[in-house]
């Protein structure tokens, strides 16, 4: 059956579920052995730009996303308060609903507006309220949208690209440090808040040290939820059936829909780890053992679609099909083990929230389809040129 995918990312099929390739790296397609990747204690980080943190001083705290081990799961255990699904209910629904319709205020005032921009006003913030980011100087989105480019620069200082991208970063480093996270971290230091900025410095975490974590979870609560917001609403503009299947769905329903389309649709394809250790995984009916030290590359795209895992017509859009054993609805669209995303109901929950309100806008469609580019340093796609339409409201 063909695939409903609209981001092409080369075959749809798992193809061999492990194997080393003739770079040394090694890439699995299975979305059993990808798990088992990811929840090893004998695996770190190696992707979303490690090796500049990896230049960082002994004396600087790494960001979340760059520790593994002890120190890395006892911060998830502290943090995760934040990102509960009870806690977002409680704390940030309401937040969510007057974000978006503030932001929906603005495509029934102008009648057309690209979902780019309202999707990532929306994505921006929530995610500060939920990181302490609510004393930022106008602009916010445009400095986030600036420090992640279409395009990584090569790191270091051996050339002319590796310099001017060292400038570049640390330039915005310095824009978001200055005109949002100083602005948020002032008050706190005289009355902490219920946030994570308020936490960071109970840890005794340095501006530097906070800076980074705000940096990380701006790219994946930030940029990743713009992204799916987007490439879910062109599936829903797209197939009428689908579009009245979430819009008549209880809330439960659309929530696994929406799961469903990410499972398509991972915004981050590959998810890098390096061994320390000898790690054995499932491939097939056999089993291999990749070295320690070895570079391995978690296909995301490919394992979820996994027939084993994910059932028959894995390319199809099926919100109720049969998962098997242990198989997360998005199956590994948020990651999984130490490192799978934190934010992940706060992400869905958000999305659906502007989505339902989006597709009840009176002559609601899409003007503009979009165009896909793919960032390959985080095997990543951005939508671009999406723009909707929808009655214009008569005063």
């Not at 002994?58 to 699904?85: C, M, N």
């Not at 491939?283 to 795209?301: C, F, H, K, N, R």
């Not at 992940?344 to 659906?352: F, G, L, P, R, T």
Request: aromatic share 6%; hydrophobic share 40%; with cysteine.
């Amino acid at each position: 059956m063909q695939s409903a995918r609209k981001v092409d990312r080369g075959a749809t099929e798992p193809g061999c579920p492990v194997e080393a390739g003739p770079d040394g790296v090694w890439r699995v397609r299975g979305l059993a052995a990808g798990r088992a990747v990811l929840r090893s204690t004998d695996t770190v980080q190696a992707g979303l730009g490690v090796q500049t943190v990896e230049k960082l001083p002994p004396s600087i705290r790494r960001p979340v996303l760059y520790r593994d081990g002890s120190e890395h799961q006892q911060y998830r255990r502290q943090t995760a308060k934040f990102f509960t699904p009870r806690r977002v209910e409680q704390h940030y629904r309401g937040l969510m609903v007057e974000i978006a319709e503030r932001q929906l205020d603005v495509l029934r005032c102008d009648g057309e507006a690209e979902l780019s921009t309202l999707s990532f006003r929306l994505a921006v913030d929530v995610a500060a309220a939920v990181t302490g980011l609510t004393e930022s100087r106008p602009g916010i989105d445009a400095r986030l949208e600036r420090f992640f480019p279409e395009k990584f620069g090569r790191h270091g200082f051996t050339s002319i690209d590796g310099i001017r991208w060292f400038v570049r970063q640390n330039a915005q480093f310095l824009g978001i440090y200055l005109k949002d996270v100083r602005p948020a971290i002032r008050p706190r230091r005289r009355a902490r808040r219920d946030d994570l900025i308020s936490h960071l410095l109970d840890e005794g975490c340095r501006d530097g040290e906070i800076l980074g974590e705000v940096i990380t979870f701006a790219a994946a609560g930030m940029v990743t939820t713009r992204e799916f917001i987007k490439v879910a609403a062109w599936h829903l503009f797209t197939d009428q059936g689908l579009r009245i299947q979430y819009r008549e769905s209880p809330e439960p329903d659309r929530l696994a829909l929406l799961h469903e389309l990410l499972r398509l649709e991972p915004v981050v394809g590959n998810l890098g780890r390096r061994t320390t250790a000898a790690l054995t995984v499932s491939s097939g009916d056999a089993t291999v053992t990749i070295p320690a030290g070895a570079l391995v590359d978690v296909d995301v795209s490919a394992a979820n679609l996994d027939p084993d895992a994910v059932g028959a017509d894995p390319g199809a859009v099926r919100p109720a099909r049969p998962l098997a054993p242990g198989v997360a609805p998005a199956a590994l669209s948020f990651g999984d083990g130490p490192h799978r995303c934190p934010g992940a109901h706060v992400a869905i929950q958000e999305s659906d929230i502007f989505l339902t309100r989006l597709l009840a806008l009176p002559g609601i469609r899409m003007s503009s389809p979009p165009r896909v580019a793919m960032k390959p340093d985080i095997s990543a796609y951005e939508l671009r040129g999406l723009r909707v339409a929808a009655d214009p409201v008569r005063a």
